[in-house]
C-alpha cells in the first residue's frame, strides 16, 4: 500500500472533478428494457430469511475492467448485483466507477439503475481507509420511496467500496467506509429518504441471494467448455440450474434444457463453480434456489443469463464438473 500513499494524499475532494467526458452516455443502445420501479414491495419472510451475512470485498486481480453495481429484482425484493465494464478513465478508479454507475445502464436487462447522470464527482481515500465521494445534487433527481432509496444508496457505496478493492487502494481485509457528501456538504438527504454524511459500509442484506458472476449477460465462449461462477445462498446448501438452447442452430442433443446442482459453503452460503459441455449456439441460464428440473413457477431468485459458444459441437453435452 505504500505506493498508494503519495497518490491518495493527492486526491482530495477539494479537487472536484467534473465529468465532461462521462464514463458511458445513456443512450439508445444502452436503454435497459427493465423499467426503473420507484417503489419496493416489502419482501416476504423466505427473502429476509436468505439474505447473506458477508459479502467479500473484490480482489485486484479484477482490477482491468471496472466494477458497478446494479439493483434486480428478485423474490419480491430489490438486491444488488455486479457487473465490471470497459468505460473510460476518469481519473481514478473510484470516480470512474461512481461515474459509470450514474450514466450507464446494465447489460444484462433483467436490472436495473434508478440513478440520473452526475455532472460532477470526485473521490478520495484517506489513509486509514475511508472513502469519500462528493458528487452534485442532480444524481439524486428521480423520486423513490424509502426502501429504493435505501438500495440506491448502497449501491453507490458497493460500487465505490468494489472500486478501490479491485484497484488495491484498500485492504481485503478492513471493512471499507464511505461518507457521501453531495456538492461538497453533509446532511443532504437523497431521494428525500437518506441523510448522507456519516460513515456507511456495505449492508450485505442487500446482496443478491443468488447471483451469477460468470458468464456476464451477452458473453461469447470461444471454447465449448463453459465454466459458470457465482455466490449464493441456501437452506439446503444446493442451488440449482438450467441451460436452455435458445434458437435454432444449436445441436439437437441440447434440444431440452440441462439441467444440475452446485453445492455451497457448509454454512448454506459463499461461491460456487461448475461446467458444463455444450455444442455452437446460444443459450439461456438460469441458476435459482430450488430443486433440479424445478418449474420456473418453483425456482426461486433467480439470476439468469444470455450467452453464446462460438465454437463447433464437441462429442459430449455432459456438465464438465460441478
Known amino acids: 500500500m505504500s505506493g498508494f500513499h503519495g497518490w491518495l494524499a493527492a486526491l482530495t475532494v ?23 420501479p420507484t417503489t419496493m414491495e416489502a419482501p416476504d419472510a423466505a427473502a429476509q ?20 453495481y446494479w439493483l434486480g429484482e428478485s423474490g419480491r425484493s430489490v438486491y444488488l448485483y455486479r457487473e465490471f465494464r470497459e468505460v473510460e478513465h476518469q481519473g481514478d478508479p473510484i470516480t470512474t466507477a461512481i461515474s459509470a454507475m450514474t450514466t ?15 455532472s460532477s464527482v470526485a473521490a478520495s481515500v484517506s489513509t486509514d481507509g475511508v472513502i469519500t465521494v462528493d458528487m452534485s445534487a442532480d444524481a439524486f433527481a428521480r423520486p423513490l420511496d424509502a426502501g429504493m432509496a435505501r438500495r440506491a444508496v448502497q449501491q453507490l457505496v458497493y460500487t ?33 429518504h437518506v441523510t448522507l454524511g456519516e460513515p456507511m459500509v456495505r449492508d450485505a442484506s442487500l ?14 465462449f ?8 457465482g455466490r449464493g445462498v441456501a ?11 435458445v434458437g435454432a442452430s444449436v445441436a439437437r442433443e441440447v434440444s431440452r434444457p440441462m439441467t444440475g446442482s452446485v453445492k455451497l459453503g457448509p454454512d448454506g452460503a459463499g461461491p460456487f463453480t461448475f461446467s458444463v459441455t455444450l455444442p455452437k449456439g446460444s443459450y439461456e441460464l438460469r441458476v435459482f434456489q430450488g430443486d433440479p428440473g424445478a418449474s420456473r413457477s ?15 459441437p464437441p462429442s459430449s453435452t455432459a456438465p464438465a464438473d460441478g
Open 235 to 245: 437452506r439446503d446448501n444446493i442451488l440449482g440450474w438450467e441451460i436452455t438452447a
Open 207 to 220: 446482496a443478491a441471494p443468488v447471483w451469477v458472476i460468470d458468464p456476464q449477460d451477452g458473453t461469447v
Open 160 to 192: 465505490a467500496t468494489a472500486a478501490a478493492a479491485s484497484s488495491g487502494l484498500t485492504s481485503q481485509d478492513e471493512q471499507i467506509q464511505v461518507v457521501i457528501l453531495v456538492d461538497g456538504h453533509t446532511g443532504y438527504r437523497a431521494f428525500d
Open 104 to 118: 450507464a445502464q446494465p447489460l444484462d436487462d433483467d436490472y436495473f439503475n434508478p440513478w440520473q447522470p452526475a
Open 222 to 229: 470461444k471454447g465449448n467448455k463453459v465454466t459458470i461462477k
Open 298 to 312: 418453483q425456482q426461486r431468485f433467480v439470476d439468469s443469463k444470455d450467452f453464446a459458444v462460438a465454437a463447433g
Open 14 to 36: 477539494a479537487s472536484l472533478l467534473l465529468v465532461g467526458c462521462t464514463a458511458e452516455r445513456v443512450g439508445p443502445a444502452m436503454e435497459t428494457s427493465m423499467p426503473v
Open 49 to 68: 430469511s436468505s439474505a447473506l451475512t458477508n459479502v467479500p470485498l473484490e480482489s485486484a486481480e479484477t482490477a482491468a475492467q471496472t466494477p458497478v
